[in-house]
């Protein structure tokens, strides 16, 4: 079993920067996939990116170059810094978990479906 908890989340303007963390316990995450999730309201809960098991990194296109995800290991914790935010960042941010040492990789990373461990969230609110 996996538990989750993200913080970090806040009020930014448009142009900030906030870090958001996630600390797991029970299984640690050199072992496990983290996935970065968001949901607006009135819409689906949609990928943001991920970090594996090795280091490798992964992000949506709306965040590439804005968003960075991090861990350390000895901490069980992942961290998503996201930079140059907008207002359509605006959203509840959640942390995820998988197996994925010994995984094939695939799209089953990108959807919520492929992750079986989930924090309760954190809001990002990014005024204009």
């Known amino acids: 079993q996996v538990q989750l908890v993200e913080s970090g989340g806040g009020l930014v303007q448009a142009g900030g920067s906030l870090r958001l963390s996630c600390a797991a316990s029970g299984r640690t995450f050199s072992r496990y996939a983290a996935g970065w999730f968001r949901q607006a309201p009135g819409k689906e809960r949609v990928f943001v990116g991920l970090i594996r098991w090795s280091g490798s990194t992964h992000y949506a296109d709306s965040v590439k170059g804005r968003f960075t995800i991090s861990k350390d290991n000895a901490k069980n914790t992942v961290y998503l810094q996201m930079n140059s935010l907008k207002p359509e960042d605006t959203a509840v941010y959640y942390c995820?978990?998988?197996?994925?040492?010994?995984?094939?990789?695939?799209?089953?990373?990108?959807?919520?479906?492929?992750?079986?461990?989930w924090g309760q969230g954190t809001q990002v609110t990014v005024s204009s």
């Open positions: 995820a978990a998988k197996d994925d040492l010994g995984q094939s990789y695939s799209s089953m990373y990108y959807t919520t479906g492929g992750y079986n461990y």
